[in-house]
């Protein structure tokens, strides 16, 4: 008995540890970029984010003039128990004691520091980062015909009110449209409409891919490219697929019998849908909706092909990666950056985890 | 709306009757095109208007979504303003035209598009000739791109990469996916470290490029390292590499931009599985410790074969995500380095080297790798007798 309580200590120990370990292997990447974001620029470049936290490093506690001790650089020095050239106490040697004695500057005017191992954290933490990747500053640039022209706000606060303007609407219109198509395959009769289905089963896996370059000579032909609306109608397409097979998937639980009583007391089509049918579907609708409003806000592809030849549209993902590719070694701007491109997905996430979690079981994963 | 429908009563005098018609087709009429103008003059707006972005971007959403509902409503006026028969039977063609209408635009068609396309040199079939003459034109180039897809050197490179990311990319997210649900199932903090683990989940590849970027971030050897692998590397003695561009050890660098994916999506797998888990009748488990068996029989002779439905269909959506890769190594590589996959030999073959040709039959053999799912959904589809 007792040592089945204690295998059963050595288990949940077990669990629990891997578990931790886990998790810590999955957290540290983002908090890397997170604690970064925060760090002064020249701390970024020249020390490790984890020196924020504690770590043990040589401090000074006092000073010791070689001259006054009678130490000549050009031969073997002996001091306070240790020996060495001058070339080993330049790197630093260890006493027995466990101080350090470290020479400091040239053999002329040099000095000998004393130095002891102590605890120390780098907490020099600001929002200068933030303040630059979001200010925007405007750019002004003189055109080859002479003219000067200033370009407003070519920053991450721009591309974030751009993004926004693509992913709202382009998730509010597949799900109004799938919504619609899903409420007359769930509760109308009409000829074609389990071909139609079969077409939208079948369309649920095909590559985007496969859309982009027919669709973008369609976009050309019409002027559309480069507009909002070429890119809420693109992310529809690609999405439609899947919401209305989703939607379709939980309309047609809805009890029939609410429905009929409805029709009887004479409401039409149009009234049942908006007054009856949306409001009860109106879980299924927000875990589309999340899965959607991700999907559109991370995608770089789509809006790569779309919007790519409008810089005025430019998008968040956009933003980053032209920030990666000019700048990549620009760290203080790209963590920062990082994180204000991930701070809307992140607090939605994590405010709707519940209807993100049923979504996903309800196969909210695109083809 | 109901001002509309009360138009519908019918009146005595039969000059009353023309005004209301008169009314109606005014109505019927107007009210559609007002609401056209309306829709066309906010298209123009955000086309061409330099406004302030807050404004433009609230205008956008309005639009956007009150245009979608407004066309919604206009034409269900329309439709139920004709006889009942029609109205019967085309409102359902109101509620599901649209929808059919823009898969059929932006998924349908293209497949159909694309592959003619593929048939063609690299500016496509010339414009103006009919199909006939367009298959006899010189532009035709049958199934050339289609050969040289599989043998030119890059798209042979890009296959292989791809493989690897669909062996290692899926089987380990399913794997990560698998255990974390385990653990985490018989954990007190089950919630907070599933949370940890899916938070990756809300991140753009654009963003994991960025995170992983700074982990495999470079330094010459003596200087501090500030990426996490390379200063722990150096501290055991290593010395430091740029590890996704490390092209001495390909392709296994391409192990180092996998890592990226299995990070993303091992939250994915650990979320259905562990729904799948919590499936798992009770007793099942209790009978298999009973008769002896330990954590790992129970584990691989009870759970797995238990949960096998789910690994599959878990396993096949990551294949199909892994297939179509390309923000994560855009970002991080370009495809140099010898890390090229299929998608990114599409996106450069299409729009760097506009060469729609050969794009195209790479975009048809990417359609024809997924066709198995297709219809293996098909045959789920008509296996429901509800529909």
Redesign the interface.
């Known amino acids: 008995m007792k040592s089945g309580k204690r295998q059963k200590q050595l288990?949940?120990l077990f669990?629990?540890g891997?578990?931790?370990l886990?998790?810590l292997v999955?957290?540290?990447?983002?908090m890397?970029?997170f604690v970064?974001s925060f760090r002064a620029r020249d701390d970024?470049?020249?020390?490790?984010?984890?020196k924020v936290l504690p770590y043990r490093d040589w401090q000074p506690v006092r000073e010791i003039d070689p001259r006054e001790a009678g130490l000549n650089p050009d031969e073997i020095m002996e001091i306070e128990g240790v020996a060495g050239t001058f070339d080993e106490f330049r790197a630093g040697i260890e006493t027995p004691d466990g101080e350090r004695i470290t020479w400091i500057g040239n053999k002329r005017i040099g000095r000998l520091e004393v130095q002891e191992r102590v605890w120390t954290v780098d907490w020099n933490f600001t929002l200068d980062n933030y303040k630059q990747v979001l200010g925007g500053q405007s750019f002004t640039f003189t055109r080859p015909d002479g003219t000067v022209q200033v370009v407003p706000?070519d920053n991450m606060?721009?591309a974030f009110?751009?993004s926004?303007?693509v992913a709202?609407?382009s998730t509010?219109?597949p799900i109004?449209?799938?919504a619609?198509?899903a409420?007359?395959?769930a509760w109308?009769?009409?000829p074609g409409?389990?071909g139609?289905?079969?077409?939208?089963?079948?369309?649920?896996?095909?590559?985007?891919?496969?859309?982009?370059?027919?669709?973008l000579r369609?976009y050309k032909a019409l002027n559309l490219n480069g507009?909002?609306?070429a890119i809420?109608?693109?992310h529809?397409?690609?999405g439609?697929?899947l919401a209305?097979y989703l939607l379709y998937n939980y309309i047609s639980t809805l009890p029939r019998d609410i429905l009929e009583s409805a029709f009887i007391d004479g409401a039409?089509?149009?009234t049942v849908?908006t007054q009856l049918i949306l409001p009860l579907s109106v879980p299924a609708l927000a875990s589309f909706a999340i899965f959607q409003f991700?999907w559109v806000?991370?995608?770089?592809?789509v809006a790569l092909?779309f919007l790519g030849g409008n810089p005025e549209f430019e998008l968040v993902?956009q933003r980053?990666?032209a920030i990666?590719g000019s700048r990549?070694s620009e760290?203080h701007l790209?963590?920062a950056?990082?994180f204000v491109?991930?701070a809307l997905?992140?607090l939605?996430?994590?405010s709707m985890?519940r209807y993100f979690?049923r979504g996903?079981?309800a196969g909210s994963?695109k083809? | 709306?109901n001002f509309l429908n009360g138009t519908k009563e019918p009146s005595d005098s039969p000059g009353e009757r023309v005004l209301f018609f008169i009314g109606r087709l005014l109505l019927a009429v107007s009210i559609p095109l007002i609401a056209f103008y309306v829709l066309y003059l906010g298209?123009i707006f955000?086309?061409d208007s330099h406004a302030p972005?807050?404004i433009?971007?609230v205008v956008?959403?309005v639009w956007?979504?009150g245009g979608?509902?407004l066309l919604?409503?206009v034409f269900?006026n329309i439709v139920?303003k004709l006889p009942d028969l029609w109205t019967n039977?085309l409102?359902?063609?109101?509620?599901?035209g649209?929808?059919?209408a823009?898969?059929g635009?932006?998924?349908?068609?293209?497949?159909l598009?694309?592959f003619w396309?593929s048939l063609f040199g690299r500016d496509g079939p010339p414009a103006g000739l009919n199909f006939w003459e367009q298959l006899a034109s010189p532009a035709f180039v049958g199934l050339n791109n289609y050969v040289a897809v599989f043998t030119e050197r890059l798209m042979l490179e890009a296959f292989r990469n791809n493989l690897m990311w669909i062996i290692f990319g899926s089987t380990l997210s399913v794997a990560?996916g698998l255990?974390?649900a385990v653990?985490?199932d018989?954990?007190?903090?089950e919630k907070?470290?599933k949370?940890?683990?899916f938070?990756?989940?809300?991140?753009?590849?654009?963003?994991a490029?960025?995170?992983?970027?700074?982990?495999y971030?470079y330094r010459p050897a003596g200087q501090?390292?500030?990426?996490?692998l390379n200063?722990v590397v150096v501290n055991l003695g290593g010395s430091p590499q740029a590890y996704p561009q490390w092209v001495s050890i390909a392709p296994w660098n391409n192990l180092f931009l996998i890592v990226i994916v299995i990070?993303l999506q091992?939250g994915?797998s650990m979320?259905?599985f562990s729904?799948a888990l919590k499936g798992i009748p009770e007793e099942l488990l209790e009978a298999g410790r009973i008769d002896g068996a330990n954590?790992f029989q129970i584990f691989f002779r009870i759970m797995v074969p238990y949960i096998r439905g789910t690994i599959i269909s878990v396993w096949t959506?990551i294949v199909?995500?892994t297939?179509?890769i390309?923000?994560v190594v855009?970002?991080m590589t370009g495809g140099q380095f010898g890390t090229h996959v299929i998608?990114t030999q599409?996106?450069r073959q299409?729009?760097t080297n506009r060469n729609?040709g050969f794009?195209?039959a790479?975009?048809?053999v990417?359609?024809i790798a997924?066709i198995p799912?297709?219809f293996y959904?098909?045959k789920q589809?008509r296996e429901q007798e509800a529909?």
């Open positions: 288990g949940s669990v629990n891997s578990l931790f886990l998790t999955w957290t540290i990447p983002t890397g970029i970064s970024i470049a020249n020390s490790g984010w984890w706000g606060s721009g009110l751009n926004l303007s709202v609407p509010v219109i109004l449209i799938a619609f198509a409420y007359a395959f109308m009769k009409f409409r389990r139609m289905f079969i077409m939208i089963v079948a369309l649920l896996v095909v590559p985007l891919q496969i859309a982009l370059v027919p669709i369609d507009t909002f609306l809420w109608l693109a529809t397409g690609f439609l697929a209305t039409s089509h149009f849908f991700l806000w991370n995608d770089y592809l092909i993902t980053m990666a990666v990549g760290w790209l963590t950056g990082a491109s991930m997905p992140l939605v996430f994590f985890q979690v996903l079981l994963v083809g | 709306m298209f955000l086309r972005r807050g433009i971007t956008a959403i956007g979504v979608v509902a919604y409503w269900n139920e039977r409102l359902p063609f109101v509620f599901v649209p929808a059919m823009i898969l635009w932006y998924l349908a068609i293209p497949t598009r694309t396309l990560f255990v974390i653990l985490a018989r954990s007190r903090f907070v470290a949370s940890f683990i938070l990756p989940m809300a991140i753009s590849f654009v963003g490029s960025i995170i992983w970027n700074f982990i971030e501090a390292q500030i990426g996490l200063a990070w091992a994915f979320v259905l729904a954590e959506t199909i995500f297939l179509k390309f923000d855009w970002v998608a599409f996106y299409s729009f729609s794009g195209s790479i975009a048809i990417l359609l997924v799912v297709m959904n098909l589809f529909f």
